[in-house]
């Protein structure tokens, strides 16, 4: 598929686009707009927008402040739903300096550069299927989220419907419109928790799909009086919110991690970015699990991954390599949360599974046994790591990994740690009130 800018001045005719919405995202995944009105179509189109680079997390200084925004033409899109002033469209955009050369700050650049790497060495993509896990809450009288849960429903109910189960449709319906193709949508675990996934898709487009999802998602939430939140672990006790993460690397038209003629029917290279994926597993959790809270969701208890570990039938380890074969041949990470910045996962998770590629690193021995029910010794013997169980650990994890950093590159890499050190800084200084309930009394 291909767009022009042809094709976008006829899309503002026919479709009486009044506004244009040009996204791009900053170093925490969090999605920037620059709003424009029509009117200024043709300097979008050329690539002459500019905005101020120093008010976003993780950008540049003051003294090179300026930055112009590209437009990806491939990702014009029509917002289904309706606007008091009209209709409104979006492009996302990759983040220039004033002399026209790629910011490599900007995340989206990084992971255009590493596909370009991965093409170099002879792939054709790198296939990404997310799976997305939200929470609704009720939106209270001042239009603020609470903390009340909307349902008591459970994975799979078939339940009445509520309001939940209602919103989750129409965000289906408004994907669709939009061209995703959405596999299956349901309830979760945790009451109230929900999720959509959509069919895998190259690393760039996914990784705008994720970020275009989390904004669809919550706007259409508000509409139905909800507040979806991404945040994985908003309520203690019950199943927090992941997105794993699905991937394949295709030569061709061809699954580079099928080989029918092996006994498990996974090629060489399959194993040896298995490999990679578990070398690197520390390091990626810092970038994959990027906030303090994401910490309260990798615990033992709750489905989701707390060691580094693979497995073909069970699907508690980290890595889980789904049964199915020829095209669907992938292989599942678990860890990865939906706070991670897409663009900078992809990207880590790709250049960790080429580097067992390069390499070619040999995974351990499949687990296919609940580790958490083996004594430590046991997973000793069976060498069986734990991934970093907080933010901290995990940062001092990607400092440590030559690998992981050179996947977002020196500026990235700064720019995320300077962040990330902050966060855990302040952190640090908080006292919860789980502190409180436990000593003010006892000493
Ligand atoms: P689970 O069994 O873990 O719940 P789902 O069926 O919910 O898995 O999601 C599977 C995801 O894997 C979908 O997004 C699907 O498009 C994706 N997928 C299927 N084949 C491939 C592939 N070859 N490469 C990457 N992702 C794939
Ligand atoms: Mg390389
Ligand atoms: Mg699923
Ligand atoms: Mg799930
Ligand atoms: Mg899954």
């Known amino acids: 598929k291909t767009i022009t800018a042809d094709d976008i001045r006829t899309s503002v005719k026919e479709e009486n686009v009044q506004f244009l919405r040009l996204m791009f995202t900053d170093i925490n995944g969090i999605i920037k707009n620059v709003e424009v009105p029509v009117s200024q179509l043709e300097k979008?189109?050329?690539?002459?927008?500019?905005f101020d680079g120093s008010s976003i997390d993780g950008f540049v200084r003051i003294e090179e402040s300026d930055m112009l925004l590209f437009p990806d033409f491939n990702t014009w899109l029509l917002f289904p739903w309706e606007n008091d002033h009209g209709k409104v469209a979006r492009l996302i955009c990759s983040v220039h300096r004033m002399d026209g050369t790629p910011f490599e700050g900007d995340p989206r650049n990084n992971l255009v550069r590493v596909i370009q790497d991965m093409k170099d060495d002879g792939y054709s993509a790198f296939n990404i299927g997310p799976e997305p896990e939200f929470f609704l809450f009720k939106l209270d009288e001042n239009g603020e989220p609470s903390m009340q849960l909307n349902d008591k429903g459970s994975y799979f109910d078939f339940a009445p419907l509520d309001m939940g189960e209602n919103c989750r449709r129409d965000i289906v319906l408004e994907l669709e419109k939009m061209g995703f193709e959405?596999?299956?949508?349901?309830?979760?675990v945790a009451p109230g928790q929900h999720e959509i996934d959509f069919r895998y898709t190259d690393a760039l487009d996914a990784a705008d799909h994720i970020q275009t999802?989390?904004?669809v998602v919550k706007t259409i939430a508000r509409?139905?009086?909800?507040?979806?939140?991404?945040?994985?672990k908003p309520l203690h006790g019950i199943n927090g919110?992941?997105?794993?993460?699905?991937?394949?690397?295709?030569?061709g038209e061809k699954n580079f991690f099928y080989d029918p003629e092996t006994d498990t029917q996974l090629s060489d290279s399959a194993m040896h970015f298995l490999a990679g994926l578990l070398a690197h597993a520390r390091a990626l959790?810092?970038?994959?699990n990027p906030t303090v809270n994401s910490y309260k969701r990798l615990v033992p208890g709750f489905e989701a991954p707390v060691y580094i570990a693979w497995s073909g039938t069970n699907r508690s380890p980290l890595i889980r390599v789904p049964l199915a074969r020829g095209l669907g041949t992938r292989l599942e990470l678990r860890s990865v949360d939906p706070t991670a910045n897409p663009y900078l996962a992809?990207?880590?998770?790709?250049?960790a599974g080429l580097d067992g590629i390069e390499n070619k690193l040999t995974p351990e021995e499949a687990v296919d046994r609940n580790i958490y029910r083996m004594q430590d010794s046991e997973r000793k013997a069976n060498h069986i790591q734990d991934l970093p169980s907080t933010l901290h650990n995990a940062i001092k994890a990607l400092e440590d990994d030559p690998v992981v950093k050179a996947a977002l590159g020196p500026h990235l890499y700064q720019s995320f740690?300077?962040?990330?050190?902050?966060?855990?800084?302040?952190?640090?200084?908080s006292v919860s009130e789980w502190e409180r309930d436990q000593y003010l009394e006892l000493y």
């Not at 959405?182 to 979760?188: K, L, R």
């Not at 509409?223 to 994985?232: D, Q, S």
């Not at 919110?241 to 030569?251: P, R």
């Open 285 to 288: 959790t810092a970038i994959n």
């Open 223 to 232: 509409k139905h009086g909800l507040y979806a939140t991404f945040m994985p």
């Open 417 to 429: 740690k300077d962040s990330k050190d902050l966060e855990w800084a302040a952190y640090r200084q």
């Open 182 to 188: 959405v596999e299956a949508s349901h309830h979760e």
């Open 44 to 50: 979008v189109l050329a690539n002459k927008m500019a």
């Open 346 to 351: 992809i990207a880590a998770i790709l250049e």
């Open 213 to 215: 999802f989390k904004l």
């Open 241 to 251: 919110s992941g997105m794993h993460i699905n991937m394949s690397l295709f030569k």
